[in-house]
């Protein structure tokens, strides 16, 4: 009999699923305590997400199936995905930010836009028009059409003081509406992405045999450290650790962890290090 379920989640069930408070769903996911740091950058989140806007595969998660429940939930734990999760909920709390929005932008719309703003489409002025309009959007909060999320302000953006500039970008939106079709498609790619599938392989066997398949599985790709890898295989034993350099290093750790939405299984903030 397999201990192993495959299931699929969209970005949007993965970044709920860290939510014990979310009604949806069927699973809570903790962190177990020997997983690593989260050390991804916002380069490799962008990386990430434009495979996913692409529709590459990005690899499937593996979580440890618990024998307890929160809220009605059964409880998982994350044992290879960290980065990719942590990537994928940065990039839902601020799309905008990590989308690869040069692309959805196209020269087509630059060069139109570097007509307005600087009379030509030479291509610094291009770079520059780029520039802008990825700061803008940077910027944004907002993921769909409202008072700070329409043409007239990415045009104000764009032209900054320069009257002359806004009008001329005005016109090019009322005459083509290449921009209205600019944030269509921002909005249009941003909804398809968040729909985007990962495969999720939910083992259920015992639960020694876990630190054991997270060796396994990282001796295949990027290398761990041995102390991380060691750290694997005393998640289930009982060990007293003494050095408080290292109980403070190990409680920051988890500390940066929970800020970025994830609870670690097992670990209590009062007595961290006590």
């Known amino acids: 009999m397999s201990n192993n379920e495959p299931v699929v989640w969209s970005l949007a069930d993965i970044v709920q699923s860290l939510d014990e408070n979310n009604s949806s769903g069927r699973y809570f996911v903790q962190i177990p305590k020997f997983q690593r740091s989260i050390v991804w950058t916002d380069s490799q989140i962008k990386k990430l ?4 806007y692409k529709g ?3 690899g499937s998660l593996l979580a440890y199936q618990t024998d307890k429940s929160r809220e ?4 998982l734990q994350l044992v290879d995905g960290l980065q990719r999760v942590t990537a994928i909920s940065r990039y839902l709390a601020a799309p905008l930010k990590y989308a690869p929005i040069d692309e959805i932008v196209g020269r087509e719309f630059l060069e139109s836009a570097s007509q307005c703003v600087f009379g030509n489409s030479e291509e610094q002025n291009l770079v520059a028009v780029s520039q802008k309009v990825r700061n803008w959007f940077n910027e944004l909060t907002e993921t769909e059409y409202g008072p700070h999320f329409n043409f007239n302000k990415l045009a104000s953006h764009m032209a900054g003081d320069d009257d002359h500039a806004l009008s001329a970008l005005q016109a090019l939106n009322a005459d083509t509406s290449a921009g209205d079709e600019l944030l269509g498609r921002v909005l249009k790619d941003l909804s398809k992405a968040k729909e985007y599938k990962v495969p999720i392989n939910i083992y259920s066997g015992p639960i020694e045999n876990v630190p054991t398949i997270f060796e396994r599985i990282n001796s295949q790709g990027a290398q761990l450290s041995k102390f991380e890898i060691l750290a694997a295989s005393w998640s289930y034993t009982s060990v007293e650790v003494k ?3 290292v109980i403070k290093a190990i409680a920051d750790k988890y500390r940066v962890m929970i800020a970025n939405g994830y609870e670690i299984e097992g670990f209590d903030e009062d007595s961290a290090e006590t």
Do not use: A, T
């Open 49 to 52: 997400v434009d495979s996913i």
């Open 243 to 245: 050095n408080e350099s």
């Open 72 to 75: 009605g939930k059964l409880v």
């Open 56 to 58: 590459y595969p990005i």
